[in-house]
């Protein structure tokens, strides 16, 4: 059974990172609305944070909403914003229990106000927990951080008279200093569910060497067995980062 599957403590990653993909589809092949996917698929979540955390994962990104989901219905979009928003209300004694601390990536301030303030209180409030952190992409998308990352080196020379980014500054290490979250490492492994092989826009600066696991189930249907059987392929990947085999 995939649950059973040994996990020997080093080499599991320190940061997964999960496109959880499917939400919809698993509604409509039961015939129930898109919403519905989405609560089942905050379940799914709830059970997979628990795991990392049992597993001292160190950190776990979700990619919750993407910038371009903002395309869906705006029935779709406020029913998800209303999902997170509950949540993070609801869940603070989850958090408390396994000492988890709740970060975010993404554009916050395109995210609707209450929303913002959900999210800088949960923040705030796990911010000294030592467990596992797991950081909500929400509002996200890669190149936006890239792009806001940028604006945020330029906004930090225009403070500073007389500095001026010059060509020879403008490198991985500075860009990375503007980024989001950048004492958070690299993610190590990205899963996919849902059946699509794609990045959909995921971490594509710090995910530059991660190693890809897709998965055909639908996010709904993922259980711990199911994030057993991720890290177990992961540990069976040679990681050679452009170089060679030791
Ligand atoms: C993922 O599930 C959740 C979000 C993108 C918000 P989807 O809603 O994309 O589900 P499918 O891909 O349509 O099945
Ligand atoms: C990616 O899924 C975004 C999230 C899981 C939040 P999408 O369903 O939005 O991606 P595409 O449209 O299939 O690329
Ligand atoms: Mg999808």
């Known amino acids: 059974m995939a649950s059973s599957v040994v996990l020997a403590g080093s080499r599991l990653p320190r940061h997964i990172g999960i496109i959880m993909d499917g939400n919809g589809r698993w509604a ?4 129930l609305l898109r919403t519905q996917g989405h ?5 799914s979540a709830k059970k997979i944070v ?3 955390s049992d597993l001292h994962i160190p950190f776990l990104t979700l990619y919750v909403f993407s910038t371009e989901n903002w395309k869906r219905t705006a029935e779709e979009v406020g029913f998800i914003m209303g999902l997170v928003k509950q949540h993070l209300k609801a869940e603070l004694d989850f958090y408390r229990e396994n000492r988890i601390r709740i970060r975010h990536t993404g554009d916050i301030q395109g995210l609707p106000p209450d929303i913002a303030r959900e999210l800088e209180e949960a923040g705030e409030d796990t911010r000294s927990f030592e467990g596992l952190q797991v950081i909500l992409a929400l509002n996200y998308g890669g190149r936006d951080a890239i792009v806001r990352a940028v604006r945020r080196w330029l906004a930090s020379c225009e403070k500073e008279p007389g500095e001026k980014p010059l060509p020879a500054t403008v490198t991985e290490e500075a860009i990375r200093r503007f980024l989001d979250n ?3 490492p690299d993610p190590d492994l990205i899963i996919r569910t849902g059946g699509e092989y794609r990045t959909s826009n ?9 190693e890809y696991y897709f998965s055909e189930l639908l996010w709904p249907d ?3 067995g199911d994030l057993r059987s991720a890290l177990a392929a992961y ?4 990681r050679r980062f452009g170089g060679r085999k030791p």
């Open 28 to 31: 409509q092949r039961k015939n």
């Open 39 to 43: 609560l089942e698929g905050l379940k």
């Open 50 to 52: 628990k795991a990392a």
């Open 182 to 184: 950048p004492d958070i």
């Open 202 to 210: 995921f971490l594509l600066w710090e995910g530059a060497y991660a």
């Open 222 to 224: 993922w259980t711990e």
């Open 235 to 238: 540990q069976e990947r040679e």
